[in-house]
T-cell receptor, first 111, second 112 residues
Framework: AQSVSQHNHHVILSEAASLELGCNYS??????LFWYVQYPGQHLQLLLK??????LVKGIKGFEAEFIKSKFSFNLRKPSVQWSDTAEYFC?????????FGTGTSLTVIP | NAGVTQTPKFQVLKTGQSMTLQCAQD?????MSWYRQDPGMGLRLIHY???????DQGEVPNGYNVSRSTTEDFPLRLLSAAPSQTSVYFC???????????FGSGTRLTVV
């Protein structure tokens, strides 16, 4: 069955550490990929998206993600996290017929 | 399989028609939410509920009504459909607002 997997459920980092959150999808056709963020008490916001072209996409707040088709992955990265990055992060895939969301990764950044 | 079930998956409405998007979860989650996703705008919160009998407005509530008579169900009603309501709608649920959300697969709505 098609799905999106986020294997890191909880991540705790110190400020200035580098971040990489894993996302894998299982779908053999063309897929659009997204990362969303939900800060405490707020609704989800779009961080970045990949439709086609350059597989390295840059989003807001210094985040980037790399689409690796051969690995069915779309990992989220940030070189140096800040305390304000503490949030829940969701990966999502749009196959054109259906959206699939991962279950989310909770990131806690310690000052 | 446990999860969030949304129906229908696709819908086309004429301007002025009303309809209800259904959302049901079987995980005994307290929190349920409705979002709409529009190109370039990400997900925006329409309405949410923190438990049976309790609902509140989100960021974009106009033109929508909700009710939460049971823990399991959280239907979204469009009162008089407008082309501006063409979007993809997601229902989501969570045990609490600090836990991870489980999303439904979405409803693609087109209003002509």
């Amino acid at each position: 069955a098609q799905s999106v997997s986020q294997h890191n459920h909880h991540v705790i980092l110190s400020e200035a550490a580098s971040l990489e959150l894993g996302c894998n999808y299982s779908y053999g056709g063309t897929v659009n990929l997204f990362w969303y963020v939900q800060y405490p008490g707020q609704h989800l916001q779009l961080l970045l998206k990949y439709f086609s072209g350059d597989p390295l996409v840059k989003g807001i707040k210094g985040f980037e993600a790399e689409f690796i088709k051969s690995k069915f992955s779309f990992n989220l990265r940030k070189p140096s996290v800040q305390w304000s990055d503490t949030a829940e992060y969701f990966c999502a895939a749009d196959t054109g017929n259906q959206f699939y969301f991962g279950t989310g990764t909770s990131l806690t950044v310690i000052p | 399989n446990a999860g969030v079930t949304q129906t229908p998956k696709f819908q086309v409405l004429k301007t002025g028609q009303s309809m209800t998007l259904q959302c049901a979860q079987d995980m005994n989650h307290e929190y349920m939410s409705w979002y709409r996703q529009d190109p370039g705008m990400g997900l925006r919160l329409i309405h949410y509920s923190v438990g049976a009998g309790i609902t509140d407005q989100g960021e974009v509530p106009n033109g929508y009504n909700v009710s939460r008579s049971t823990t399991e169900d959280f239907p979204l009603r469009l009162l008089s459909a407008a082309p501006s309501q063409t979007s993809v709608y997601f229902c989501a649920s969570s045990y609490r607002d600090t836990y991870g959300y489980t999303f439904g697969s979405g409803t693609r709505l087109t209003v002509v």
